[in-house]
Each structure stands twice: as C-alpha cells, then as structure tokens.
C-alpha cells in the first residue's frame, strides 16, 4: 500500500511538472491607440480621392479595392475578398467586399472585433463626386488602424462595396455588401454571429467640425464604451447620440444580433447642424481633416483596448 502511495505522490508530481513546461499563450501586446497618425490616414484619402468617382462596378472602385488590399498586405494583415453578383437598379453589378484579418489567436472568452468601412461612392451622373469624407476618410482611418493592430489577434477590418444605392435607399437597393457580408455569417461563413463580439462601423469621419452622431440602433454598451473612451481621451464633446436613425452598414449586423455602433458625423456642411456638403460636388479632400482623423481613430481604439481588458463578454 505505502509503495502504491508513493507511487501516486510522484506521479502526481510529474503531472505538476509537465503542466508547468507547457508553452503558455503570452497574452497580446496593449493596444498603442497613440500609434494612430492622422497624417497617415489623410494620405490613404488622398490615394483614393486620386481615382475620381468611385460608384460600384467602375474601374475606379476596382483600383481603391486594389489599393485597399495592397495596403492590408503591406501591414502585415491576411486578406480574403468576398466577390458577388446582384442584379440591381443599374444592371447586373459584380461588389466586392475586402476583409483584412489579424492572426488569430486561441482564448476561452476573446470573440472576434470587426471594424468596418464602405469604400464606394455615390453614382452621381451630373456632378463629379470624389467623396473625400463619405468614404475615403472612414476608409483612410480602417487602413491606419490595420497598421496600428497588426500585433493584435482576431481583429478584422471589412471594407465594404455599394452601401451607397444604385438611384434611392430601399429594402431592394444600398447597403449591398454589409448585406452580404451578415448573410454570410449567418450561414456560418467564414465564421458564426456567434465568434463576433462587436462590430463598429466608421462613416463620415473626416469633418474639420467634427461632431460624431451615434444613432440610436446601435447597441446600448458598445455606445456607452465609445463615449467612455472618448471621455478618457479628452474628446468626449466630440461624441453624441442622434436624435433621428441613420441606415448604415451597422443595420445589417444589427438585424443579425451582432451588437454593433456606427460612429457617423452626420453634419457635414457649411454650418454647425447642417449636412448641405454630403453627396454634393463639396465632398473634397480640403474638407478632410487629419485631426479628426485621428480623434476618431484614436478612441476607437482606446475601446478595443478597454473592450480586450474585460474577460467576461458584456
């Protein structure tokens, strides 16, 4: 019995051992929200306002998907292209949503963050629109992001094609690759509803006068942590709630029970309140701010780094 006894003890011992000489997962460096340039991100504007008008299915758009891509690539991220094919107001019409993933990382609570950009422009036959803020500036500041995150896993930047409608907003028309996009994961595809903690869409974010104006369907605490991230950063004035919904590429992901935030600054124009420069031939790249930029930038980022410190999902 004794010799048994033992035996056990310095079995048991062994087990202690070998536990201890496994290779434990280092946990992920902090995010360095300060990293983010605006200059940066103003620059990756300027490539994409320097293709002209970018509406789905031009070869303008497929060079900003190219750039997008390119750009993905060079920070280090895994790039996966969703191609699809609608038949639309305009035809048939072949979008193309970009996703830039980090490395991937296991954990018994980290859930998937999606940040996501359209990166389209608005068909707009009788004026020339280069949609220096709606999109190039949300898609100038996801691309600064991408390389600020590289080191972090499972963060994935969505790029997506034709949120801007073929002739009116409808149920049938715009919102064409988010769409897309949440069909897929509904059907499990490239991962589940379920493996996504949070989605945050960023849309007219370049204003020099920048008043971002969360609507009200986006989820309750991912909101509050927006404003609580930017109140730790000194720019809490910048952020508010909308006092009307906005349908954005949010919508989708909303309707497929991801909790998600659209960070919009709906008041684009020539005085405070007004929006008289969205969709007009006053959507310019002297209009995009690199400051707001990186005010927006910057706190969604110092999110993702309250968001990764919780180890209970909200």
């Keep these: 019995m004794e010799t048994i006894m033992i035996a056990r003890i310095v079995l048991a011992f062994l087990l202690v051992v070998a536990a201890g000489c496994r290779p434990q997962a ?16 103003r620059r990756h504007v300027e490539q994409l306002v320097g293709f002209g008008p970018r509406p789905s299915g031009t070869e ?5 998907g190219d750039y997008i891509v390119a750009s993905l690539r060079a920070a280090g991220l895994e790039v996966e292209v969703q191609r699809f094919v609608k038949p639309t107001p305009r035809g048939e019409t072949t979008f193309r949503n970009i996703i830039g993933r980090t490395s991937s990382a296991p954990s018994h609570h980290r859930k998937i963050v999606v940040f996501g950009s359209h990166y ?3 068909w707009m036959p009788d004026i020339t629109f280069v949609g220096a803020n709606d999109a190039g500036s949300s898609t100038g500041a996801l691309l600064e992001m991408a390389r600020v995150t590289a080191n972090q896993p499972d963060v994935w930047f969505v790029f997506f094609d034709g949120e801007e ?5 409808s149920a049938t028309d715009g919102l064409w690759g988010s769409k897309h996009f ?9 991962v589940k509803t379920g493996d996504i ?3 945050v869409l960023l849309d007219m974010v370049g204003d020099a006068d920048l008043t971002v104006t969360v609507p009200p369907s986006s989820t309750g605490w991912l909101a509050l942590g927006m404003f609580d991230a930017a109140r730790e950063l000194g720019w809490r004035d910048r952020f508010s709630y909308a006092e009307t ?5 949010h919508t989708p992901m909303v309707a497929a029970g991801i909790a998600s935030v659209n960070l919009i ?11 008289d420069y969205w969709h007009t031939h006053q959507d310019t790249l002297d209009r995009v701010s690199a400051r707001s930029l990186e005010i927006v930038g910057r706190t969604a980022l110092r999110w993702l780094a309250n968001y990764r410190q919780t180890t209970v999902p909200p």
Excluded: H
């Design 26 to 41: 280092s946990a992920p460096p902090p995010v360095d929200w300060n990293a983010f340039d605006g200059d940066r991100a």
């Design 60 to 64: 303008a758009l497929a060079k900003s």
């Design 120 to 122: 389209d422009t608005k």
């Design 165 to 169: 409608c073929m002739e009116s907003y």
């Design 182 to 190: 949440a069909t897929e994961l509904v059907a499990g595809r490239p």
């Design 197 to 199: 903690g949070a989605f």
């Design 245 to 249: 919904d906005i349908i954005d590429d």
């Design 265 to 275: 600054d709906f008041q684009f124009g020539s005085a405070a309140g007004q929006n």
